[in-house]
T-cell receptor
Framework: GAVVSQHPSRVICKSGTSVKIECRSL??????MFWYRQFPKQSLMLMAT?????????EQGVEKDKFLINHASLTLSTLTVTSAHPEDSSFYIC??????????FGQGTRLTVV | GNSVTQMEGPVTLSEEAFLTINCTYT??????LFWYVQYPGEGLQLLLK?????DKGSNKGFEATYRKETTSFHLEKGSVQVSDSAVYFC??????????FGKGTKLSVKP
């Protein structure tokens, strides 16, 4: 199947700093990318949907100024957690798809804010 | 809104045991249903799917049938292997092409 690479897999940052997470589709061009977040023992929750070249659509309750999403090309989307706080510590997963095909997932990023 | 309720784990089985992981859903309309698997250190992978009522998805010995009358999509495998140890997620297709997930069930298979 298609490969989606997410980087970094783990990151620890200090409170107040920003962290960027990259999601790349390695062997296909993704028209849509999704960002999910998973708290311990909880479901993966959709944070936002991004289409190449347009602004991301955020789910209710997700702060767009805190979680900046950029989908500048058909193979790359980035999620930047700005001014991170310990409550932002979580597991973030991206997925990418083309039109009506299945979505392919990255490996996820474990963010720890100290 | 649409939601998925999945059997909570962890589930521990011996090799060759029968596996069932329950999944029920609440949805308007008839969305596609999926099972994803996440092996340690890897991303989620599509295990199987069903797009309409009474469809049976199957892959690698796993099966799940889309039951409209019971709003269920239970995952089954007749004989599990150690290599099946992973976290399994039930999901339904959202209106934007996204997925709505259950909480995941961790399966550990002992030799």
């Amino acid at each position: 199947g298609a490969v989606v690479s997410q980087h970094p897999s783990r990151v620890i940052c200090k409170s107040g700093t920003s962290v960027k997470i990259e999601c790349r589709s390695l062997d296909f061009q993704a028209t849509t990318m999704f960002w999910y977040r998973q708290f311990p023992k909880q479901s993966l929750m959709l944070m936002a949907t991004s289409n190449e070249g347009s602004k991301a659509t955020y789910e209710q309750g997700v702060e767009k100024d805190k979680f900046l999403i950029n989908h500048a090309s058909l193979t790359l989307s980035t999620l930047t957690v700005t001014s991170a706080h310990p409550e932002d510590s979580s597991f973030y997963i991206c997925s990418a798809k083309v039109m009506n095909t299945e979505a392919f997932f990255g490996q996820g990023t474990r963010l720890t804010v100290v | 809104g649409n939601s998925v309720t999945q059997m909570e784990g962890p589930v521990t089985l011996s090799e060759e045991a029968f596996l069932t992981i329950n999944c029920t859903y609440t949805a308007t309309g008839y969305p596609s249903l999926f099972w994803y698997v996440q092996y340690p250190g890897e991303g989620l992978q599509l295990l199987l799917k069903a797009t309409k009522a009474d469809d049976k998805g199957s892959n690698k010995g796993f099966e799940a049938t889309y039951r409209k009358e019971t709003t269920s999509f239970h995952l089954e495998k007749g004989s599990v292997q150690v290599s099946d140890s992973a976290v399994y997620f039930c999901a339904l297709g959202g209106s934007q092409g996204n997925l709505i997930f259950g909480k995941g069930t961790k399966l550990s298979v002992k030799p």
